[in-house]
Structure formats: structure tokens, C-alpha cells
Nanobody
Framework: QVQLVESGGGLVQAGGSLRLSCAASGRAVSGYSVGWFRQAPGEEREIVAA??????????YYSDSVKGRFTISRANAENTVYLQMNSLKPEDTAVYYC????????????????WGQGTQVTVSS
């Protein structure tokens, strides 16, 4: 099994940047497709970005709301998946979760069996 721990959240002004980390242990994260999800208060959890297992970072997905601003990447030597978030907006405020599955990339929350505890991102206007 893989265990996931997110970090890097915090409070930032609109237009600023944050880099979230999803550190994996127990298994090589390269063997898992990884998704970044977020959940705002009163909202459903939604996918933000995803990265296909094994293959390079060219095989990615971004939601329309973050395309062009967020970048998902994997550092195999560090066994970590990152989410670089630029040009942040107040509507990006949410708890961000990383999740993994030992299969191909999916955009569906219930397809992921391994989850981190989440990290809060707050963007002030």
C-alpha cells in the first residue's frame, strides 16, 4: 500500500503562488496515477489535476478552472507529486487532497483508494 501526506498549503494573496507536495511512502508513487482534488466548504470534492502512472508528466489532466495556472508533476527520486499553483484566485480556496490509484488516470473521486489528509489553501482578495 501507498501512504500519502500533503503539505505546502497556507494563506496567500490573490495572484500569488503556492506549491503543494504529496509525499508518498510504502510504494513508488510512479506506479500510481495521482490526482489532486479540492473541496470547498459546502461543496463536493472535485478534481483539479491528474497525472498518469509510469508515463512522463506529459500525460496530465487539468480542470478548466485551473488550466494554464496549475501544473502537476512527479519527482520519482523524491517519491513525491507536486501541484504548482500560480495566479491564485479567491475561488481556489479549499482543502486540497492528493489521491492515488494503481491503475490508469481517472477523474472520478471514488476511483481513488488512497488519500492524504488534506492541506488547506486560502486565497485572500
Amino acid at each position: 500500500q501507498v501512504q500519502l501526506v500533503e503539505s505546502g498549503g497556507g494563506l496567500v494573496q490573490a495572484g500569488g503562488s503556492l506549491r503543494l507536495s504529496c509525499a508518498a511512502s510504502g510504494r513508488a508513487v510512479s506506479g500510481y496515477s495521482v490526482g489532486w482534488f479540492r473541496q470547498a466548504p459546502g461543496e463536493e470534492r472535485e478534481i483539479v489535476a491528474a497525472l498518469q502512472r509510469w508515463i512522463s508528466s506529459d500525460h496530465t489532466y487539468y480542470s478548466d478552472s485551473v488550466k494554464g495556472r496549475f501544473t502537476i508533476s512527479r519527482a520519482n527520486a523524491e517519491n513525491t507529486v507536486y501541484l504548482q499553483m500560480n495566479s491564485l484566485k479567491p475561488e481556489d480556496t479549499a482543502v486540497y487532497y492528493c489521491a492515488a490509484r494503481p491503475l490508469g488516470m481517472s477523474l472520478v473521486v471514488k476511483d481513488y483508494g488512497y488519500w492524504g489528509q488534506g492541506t488547506q489553501v486560502t486565497v485572500s482578495s
